[in-house]
């Protein structure tokens, strides 16, 4: 475990929900205040939507500066938005629908496109919104991972050549369940964050939380999420830490 990060245990998926909505609304005040605007990354998948669905409902609701908050996507399947597999499409039903966000303040991944057109275009709009030079990296103000059985995270996947990653900040790739083509952030991204909370829960993810957070280097792609200078939360319910001890 990198030297600054913590272990959160709570004892239900919605009490996890609600500490990650608290996360989510807390950075969100803090980066309104000192920068004006606060930068987000989201993953998909199943374990986040109750905290999607929750920072559409008090105290998350009124706490969460909205007109300051830019969202944008940490991996998306290929699929148009309105296709169930659409992590952006779940996150509009969940919350984003429901807030008052501005619209160009949602910058979805073009999961339309041809892949590989699609992550060259995110990486343009990425390149704009951070002000960019060739080279450099976005430093997201939080992004939320989740964590895949076989160790995968965002959609980096056990066996993922990064070396192709080292100068991309998104690239296009297959696999996962479903086994699709998808965008996904790269890891120089990933570890360029503020701060990055990954939200695990379930039994059946114990044992890859224990071998992730395991001193053992096990070569997982959420093993090489270190941030370089920001911080690194797990949020666990009680069943996915049911194998390790809290630190
Ligand atoms: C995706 C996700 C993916 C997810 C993990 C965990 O688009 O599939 O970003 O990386 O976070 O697979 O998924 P669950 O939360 O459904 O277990």
Redesign the pocket.
Known sequence: MPLKSEIIIQETLERLSAAAAGFFAMRARACAQQKSRFTVAL??????RRMYTRLAEEPFLSETPWPKVHVWW????CVTPDNLWS?YGSAKKDFLDRVALPTDQIHPMPGEMVPELGARRYEEALMRHFELKPGEFPAFDLIF????TDG????LFPGHEKRKQEKRLVVAVRG??PNVD?LTLTLPVLNRARHVVFLVS?RE?AEIVRAALGPEKISIPAQSVIPTKGRLTWILDRQAASLISAQ
């Open positions: 993953s998909g998948g199943s374990t986040p940490v991996d998306e399947r992590n991972l989740g964590l895949g995968h995270t965002a959609s996962g369940e998808r379930g993810k």
